[in-house]
């Protein structure tokens, strides 16, 4: 068995009679960049929900080999606290010693002059950009990112990518969710969730 | 401890960007006794007094003042942390998944609770004297006021936890919240001697804040049921807390290092 960052394994997920998932299996080796596209309602972001513990599923095994950061679609901030507050406050649940990486991403991701403004008076943008630094601030092995360059310009589209490359590049997977990918090439894998299950794997 | 610690003041920052919640204290607090004292004359009112199972013939004016004190601890403290605990609920989660310690983080909550509790109402007694003559005990009308603030914030806590619907919540808080102290206030309820009334979330701080207004007495008993009040109120919302902000599913997590 190879190396792997992370492995799910016959997930099944049902909301009453809604099968969403229907055994859901695939892996995702380290230094990979993994996406998972399919209509809307396809039941992607259960699928990372389940991948990252926020949810439970039916049935099935996800196992992960390291630590794990997980971006949610809408971002999860608290309206009262500043970048730099939320930056100190996940540094400690983290268990870090410093921000230094954190830092590193507000230049990144081009917000650093929004340090010191609270979440509450953020663009929808540049909290998004607040939302996925806390998921990756601790530079996890995986990263789970459902829709994560929403309302993101251009400009922090293409530092997003370079984020990502970084990412890779120190051999972390990571996983996006969309029911969009332009940019096919970038990805190691796309995975299509069709009517519950992996259906096809293009690349 | 550095968790506790950061979890301690930022609990303690979110209630105290509540700019709305203490616009309030400041504005309407003294408005409102102003006001009930105004309209109430210095004519006495019994008053069933537990700790010594009589009546007690209270100046009204003052009465009305301590019970409209009780009163408006109820809603703004109800409303600070339902609000907060409502709006806060995702985000605590998060930091509960990135690894915040749970216990650490429900024993900040609880201790952030208790020193804004005491400081708004040390706040509200203190307008008090501004309009009442001068209480026997201040202290004990304090705690009376504390007491009260702790059961409605704990009760907003558990609130926030459980409830979906923003408005919902606040609904409850001023239903309960009127009923209860309405209901304690022989002035506006002059039935207030009924034994049911013990049973009610203000009753012990009502008959606390009462005792140090007009008499050398300490309820000790009272004290333990709004104690109780409290407690219960907490351990629900921080039981919620625990619940909600779990891990749902089980990953297998193996360690391998990572650079």
Redesign the interface.
């Known amino acids: 068995m190879g190396a792997y960052a992370l492995k799910a394994e016959h997930i099944q997920k049902s909301y009453r009679s809604n099968h969403v998932l229907k055994g859901v299996d695939f892996t995702v080796t380290p230094g990979t960049l993994v996406g998972v596209v399919g209509e809307n309602g396809s039941g992607k972001s259960t699928l990372l929900q ?8 039916n049935e099935g ?8 950061g ?1 971006c ?1 679609q809408q971002p ?6 500043t970048v730099s ?1 939320h930056l ?3 540094k ?4 870090m010693t410093d921000t230094e990486y954190a830092e590193h991403l507000l230049d990144e991701l081009h917000f650093r002059k929004f340090k010191d403004e ?1 979440a509450g008076n953020l663009s929808g943008g540049t909290r998004q950009k607040l939302n996925l630094t ?1 998921a990756l601030m ?1 530079q996890p ?1 995986i990263l789970l990112l459902d829709e994560p360059y929403q309302g993101f310009d251009w400009e922090t589209y293409l530092r997003f990518w370079d984020v990502v490359k970084e990412l890779k590049e ?3 997977a990571v996983v996006i969710i969309s029911h969009l990918i332009f940019e096919q090439k970038k990805f190691d894998h796309i995975l299509h969730l069709h009517e519950g299950k992996i259906q096809e794997e293009k690349i | 401890m ?2 506790f610690a ?2 301690l003041k ?1 609990s303690f ?2 209630q105290l ?2 700019k709305f919640a203490f616009g309030l204290l400041i504005v309407f607090v003294p408005i409102w006794y102003w006001m009930l004292g105004a309209i109430t004359p210095n004519d006495k009112v019994a008053f069933k007094f537990q700790a010594t199972h009589s009546f007690l013939l209270a100046n009204g004016h003052d009465l009305i003042l301590l019970t409209a004190g009780l009163n408006v601890l109820t809603m703004i403290l109800g409303f600070m942390f339902y609000h ?1 605990a409502h ?2 609920l ?2 605590d ?8 310690g749970r216990l650490g983080f429900m024993l900040a909550k609880a201790t952030a609770l208790l020193i804004v509790t005491a400081i708004v109402a040390l706040y509200t007694v203190l307008i008090l004297t501004a309009f009442w003559h001068f209480p026997n005990n201040t202290f004990e009308v304090w705690l009376g006021f504390w007491l009260v603030s702790l059961i409605y914030a704990s009760l907003g806590l558990l609130l926030g936890m459980l409830l979906k619907s923003e408005l919902a919540g606040f609904f409850i808080i001023i239903m309960v919240s009127m009923m209860d102290t309405f209901l304690q206030n022989p002035i506006g309820n002059p039935a207030a001697n009924k034994d049911f009334l013990k049973y009610f979330p203000s009753y012990g701080s009502t008959q606390l804040g009462v005792a140090g207004g007009f008499t050398h007495q300490f309820p000790s008993s009272q004290l333990l049921l709004a104690v109780g009040w409290f407690v219960g109120f907490l351990l629900v919302g921080l039981g919620i807390f625990y619940l909600r902000t779990r ?3 089980s ?6 290092s ?2």
Not at chain 1, 92 to 95: C, I, L, P, Q
Request: proline share 1%; no cysteine.
């Open positions: 389940i991948l990252a513990g926020e949810l439970a599923a095994d996800v196992a992960v080999n390291g630590s794990i997980y949610p999860v901030v608290n309206e009262s606290l507050e100190a406050y996940f400690e649940a983290y268990k609270k806390l601790h092995s120190s051999d972390r | 550095r968790q950061a979890a930022f920052k979110e960007t509540n907060s709006r806060s995702s985000f989660k998060r930091l509960a998944r990135a690894g915040l891990r749902k599913s990953i297998q997590v193996a360690t391998t990572r650079a």
